[in-house]
């Protein structure tokens, strides 16, 4: 199972954290994303319906703790979000949604993320995959050099996701989106 080690962080300064951002990596990527979550035994399961797409059926696991932690994830195409999300309301309880704008960065292997989430506000996600048998310690460290570069704060750190936030609200994935098929970036961590 692909891992990566992320964190979350509040964003204080989106302005200067966008500055910083582009320096270092040029201009960002623009997603619209909704996350419907879906109660799950073994961690967290979320449809992610994406504009541009494709849209993604996400299964992962990590702990819920501040700083860079390991994050186990499976993540499989949905080109019909609608009808998928349908068949998991039928079977499962609907957890929340989350609604928000991405911009995305890369750095190499690492993904940035700065997200305005409808009803929270804006976060910084980082998210550094492993390669095949590498230990958690070289993403680790990689995470915290990026942290410094952006200037995170051990206590802007965030314990959980989007939907573990109290402000967020439980919503209904809406019908007029339509996610066609489209590679836009690697498959590795689509989170």
Excluded at 39 to 66: E, F, M, T, W
Excluded at 131 to 146: D, H, K
Aim: net charge positive; charged share 25%.
């Amino acid at each position: 199972m692909p891992r990566n080690i992320e964190i979350k962080a509040a964003v204080r300064d989106r302005r200067t954290l966008l500055a910083r951002a582009k320096a270092l990596w040029g201009s960002p990527q623009r997603l619209e994303q909704e996350d419907l979550f879906f109660p799950c035994p073994n961690g967290r399961l979320k449809l992610r319906v994406q504009v541009p797409g494709p849209s993604y059926l996400i299964a992962y696991s990590r702990p819920d703790a501040r700083g860079p932690k390991t994050s186990r994830y499976s993540t499989a195409v949905a080109p019909e979000p609608k009808a998928l999300a349908a068949c998991l309301r039928s079977a499962l309880e609907t957890g929340r949604t989350v609604v928000k704008t991405r911009l995305l960065f890369l750095a190499g292997r690492t993904r940035i993320h700065v997200d305005s989430v409808r009803g929270l506000g804006d976060f910084l996600e980082l998210e550094v995959v492993l390669r095949p048998g590498e230990g958690a310690a070289a993403g680790r460290a990689e995470a915290r050099r990026l942290m410094g570069e952006l200037g995170v704060r051990p206590s802007d750190l965030l314990v959980g996701a989007y939907a573990d936030l109290p402000s967020t609200r439980t919503t209904r994935v809406p019908a007029k989106r339509s996610c066609q098929p489209r590679p836009s970036f690697s498959h590795q961590a689509h989170r």
